[in-house]
């Protein structure tokens, strides 16, 4: 009882009733999803509320007097007040984790000193010693196996150590003491406020950086009145780990869903060195950079290329110019690229164009004899090719010489 009577007090005395409060909290109190409503009320002549004007970023706001507040809200702001006042139990829960990574590094620092410690016995004086003994530990040819683990060091890096392990003796004193309850938690000092308004910057879709995120965050936590607001390199050491272990999060919420698909969901690697020139063709239209004169209108037009790459070869081996990406142009690129290579392809991979689903190349078995046609995003599955049938439709129909 004693420890909730100092608990009230104290938030009485944080929540002072001549404090304003934004007008975004006065909604979230209201459990409204907006605060059109508290500005309409604010601008009435006779609003009941005792209100001021401050600059922000791009231009203005409210903040509201909290005495002018319904007594309901202000009972509310009194009990999240008692609720940030509390006592807190030391013991929060979090042990200090060490992974078998960290453990095998601390074992490399201490074989690290002890060869530093042989290595003075060869010198006068412990500087000359440290420096040669440096020289020759960055250099990676000297105690390969512990560079191997704990990389390039600086000397007062090592000196660190040094004083750690001379302190203490134990191996512990060289294991980082960092605070887990487990691999995907991390230990801040950041509320989880503070992290709600960081992250609606971290996971914009306007891919704000993480220095200008910091920036926005800090200014919206000064403007609620939060005081001692954690340094900039705390901000940043969680968006680091943020992204480091919600990397699927970050992307999706960035960058979109494309590239969640194409950057984080899990995908087939082909192997080309399994195929042979001329196997598998890639066709792909391009709209030329300059201006040619269309032969049908006059008018001067950008005209397109199609062209056709073998994907073992990566080579170009065939491609129509004409005035628009249209049938004509690819069946003609597709003739082309066959007369070049002497063969026939197995499987011709297509755009997603207009002209490439048209009907005359999805569903006309006829003339293509079932080669396997497939576009990027879909693979088809065709029965084996039949040449003969390919031969005449495409060298013979499609584009008569």
Not at 26 to 44: C, H, P, Y
Not at 185 to 193: I, R
Not at 374 to 392: E, G, I, V
């Amino acid at each position: 009882m004693e420890l909730n009577k100092k608990s009230k007090m104290a938030a009485e005395k944080n929540l002072s009733l001549n404090k304003y409060i934004s007008i975004d909290k006065v909604a979230e109190l209201k459990g409204l999803k907006s605060n059109r409503s508290i500005r309409i009320e604010i601008n009435k002549p006779d609003s009941k509320y005792v209100s001021r004007k401050i600059k922000v970023k791009g231009g203005f706001t409210y903040e509201v007097l909290v005495s002018s507040l319904e007594p309901d809200l202000q009972s509310k702001l009194l009990d999240e007040s008692i609720k940030s006042t509390q006592l807190i139990p030391l013991n929060t829960g979090a042990v200090t984790f060490a992974s078998e990574k960290s453990k095998l590094e601390a074992l490399a620092k201490i074989d690290l000193i002890h060869a530093l410690y042989k290595f003075r016995k060869k010198f006068n004086t412990k500087q000359e010693a440290d420096k040669q003994f440096l020289e020759l530990y960055n250099s990676g040819e000297y105690l390969k196996k512990i560079f191997q683990t704990l990389g390039s060091i600086s000397k007062s890096t090592l000196y660190r150590y040094i004083r750690s392990y001379e302190e203490y003796g134990t191996i512990d004193a060289l294991i980082p003491k960092y605070k887990h309850s487990s691999l995907d938690e991390y230990n801040t000092v950041l509320t989880q406020e503070m992290i709600n308004v960081f992250l609606k910057f971290l996971l914009h879709p306007n891919k704000f950086n993480i220095g200008k995120s910091i920036s926005l965050t800090r200014y919206i936590l000064e403007q609620q009145g939060y005081k001692n607001i954690p340094s900039i390199m705390t901000f940043r050491r969680y968006a680091y780990k943020y992204r480091r272990l919600h990397y699927d999060k970050w992307v999706l919420f960035r960058e979109g869903e494309k590239a969640f698909n194409d950057k984080v969901e899990p995908y087939i690697e082909r192997d080309a060195s399994l195929l042979e020139v001329g196997d598998v063709l890639i066709a792909d239209g391009h709209t030329l950079n300059f201006q040619v004169i269309n032969p049908f209108t006059g008018k001067p037009q950008r005209a397109t290329l199609v062209g056709f790459l073998d994907w073992k070869s990566t080579a170009l081996v065939g491609y129509e110019i004409m005035m628009s990406e249209n049938t004509q142009c690819i069946a003609s690129a597709l003739r082309n690229s066959i007369l070049n290579l002497g063969r026939i392809p197995k499987i011709v991979y297509q755009d997603n164009g207009k002209a490439f689903k048209s009907k005359f190349f999805q569903n006309a078995d006829c003339l293509f004899g079932g080669v396997k046609r497939a576009r990027s995003s879909k693979a088809a599955d065709f029965s084996p090719c039949r040449q003969a049938a390919l031969t005449r439709s495409v060298l013979t129909e499609c584009m008569p010489i």
